[in-house]
């Protein structure tokens, strides 16, 4: 793993190169730019706040403010973990010609993808700064948590980026599997709702390693408090094993990606 990284490093501007490519393929001929980089988060959101409200009106109690920003909090980074792997997933397929013709670090593709995603969760996360500014959300030393937070998730992407990129060469149904998975598993992770809210169901919902990640987010934005540090650990334990264990994976399959590509 340190090698791999090592050799990302030493090619970081081919690196740059590819991922820069990615973004220009994906908004070239885009009449709405880099909106198109809030659409999904704001479509979240959007969904995220109408729950919201029937959980409000179910209380019979009003639409709270937190409610509308615990759910901004959580949908621009799960929008980024969405896009991310169904990119990654797509990588090698879509560079065949790079992969089999050119010799470079094959986990640069899935890499460059999810990086190109990272671009697009950035203006996301500018406008959802606007946003919490807006609704005099106050800050915190806690915010020092927000890039600790997001770096786990980045890793937790990247690993299983890395698996489904390499799975998808010789199932091609593989993305068919995680576009599947990836509309329900919504359900399963805590974005539209917090898992105090299912206080018998909290630590089931929390073996789902993004929700430490997102519960820690909200935390940190909204309630300006520490996330909790053993589901904050096991988050980052899962993101770093994956990624051995998923980058491991993925070297074991590459010598034959040419022949299934």
Known sequence: ?????RELVQRRDL??????????????????????????????????????YAFAMLRGTPLAV?????????????AFFVSGLRFATNSLIANADLVTKVYMPREIFPVASILSQFVD?????????????????????????????????????????????????????????????????????????DVTL???????????????????LSAAVLLHRSPDPAWTAYSAAWALVGCAVSLAFFKRLEPYFAEKI
């Open 15 to 52: 690196l740059f190169t590819l991922t820069w490519r990615e973004v220009q393929i994906k908004y070239k001929q885009s009449v709405m730019g880099f909106l198109w980089a809030v659409l999904m988060p704001g479509l979240i959101v959007g969904a995220g706040i109408l729950v919201r």
């Open 198 to 216: 299912f206080p018998r169901w909290s630590t089931l919902l929390l073996l789902n390693p993004v929700a430490p990640v997102l519960e820690g």
């Open 66 to 78: 937190d409610d509308i920003v615990t759910v901004a909090v959580k949908s621009v980074p799960w």
């Open 121 to 193: 969760f950035l203006v996301a996360a500018v406008l959802l700064v606007v946003f919490l500014a807006i609704l005099h959300v106050g800050a915190g030393w806690a915010l020092l948590w927000v890039p600790v937070l997001i770096g786990i998730l980045v890793l937790q992407v990247t690993g299983m980026g890395l698996a489904l990129a390499a799975g998808s060469l010789f199932f091609r149904d593989v993305k068919y599997i995680v576009e599947v998975g990836l509309t329900f598993a919504i359900f399963f992770t805590p974005v539209f709702y």
């Open 1 to 5: 793993m340190i090698g791999t990284l």
